[in-house]
């Protein structure tokens, strides 16, 4: 496959075809399992997945988590199954290349708070003998997993429908 090739195709069908080589394969199975066991936790790693709502005010701010924080949590574990599940199959249909998105994105949120990446840092190098170079290098491969997830999905808009 040429370096040039979409990673994620959109099918006559309306599927997703998933042209990921095996290497990328083996990187992304250990991921959603990861993502699973930090979720329920209170990492601090967590806040660029769920902001607070209203950070000037503590009681809000509490009262808003309590009404929307389970089902939120739910949504993103739910995201991670679908990963899981179907990290090893060639197609997948718009409902799961979409939970591909969201766990994918998540993770690269996680791990740019990890990392300490903002937007003046996001495109520094790390030296390959720096301890976050793995770390630097996942997140940049997610980045560009999540784009071309992005590009796939965008392939059936219609658009004229956003005019």
Do not use: C
């Amino acid at each position: 496959m040429r370096a040039s090739q979409p990673r994620i195709r959109r099918t006559r069908k309306g599927e997703f075809e998933l042209r990921l080589p095996a290497v990328e394969r083996e990187v992304l199975r250990g991921l959603p399992g990861e993502l699973r066991e930090l979720l329920p936790t209170d990492d601090p790693a967590l806040e660029r997945i769920f902001p607070p709502a209203h950070p000037d005010d503590a009681r809000l701010d509490a009262e808003y988590r309590e009404l929307v924080h389970g089902d939120l949590l739910a949504g993103r574990l739910s995201a991670v199954e679908v990963m899981e599940a179907t990290v090893d199959a060639t197609r997948v249909n718009e409902e799961q290349l979409v939970a591909w998105l969201s766990a994918v994105n998540d993770l690269r949120l996680i791990l740019g708070s990890r990392l300490g990446v903002t937007e003046e840092t996001q495109y520094e190098e790390i030296a390959d003998d720096d301890p976050r170079s793995q770390a630097s290098a996942l997140y940049h491969y997610l980045g560009w997993l999540e784009e071309q997830i992005v590009e796939a999905l965008a392939e059936g808009l219609d658009p004229t429908a956003l005019t």
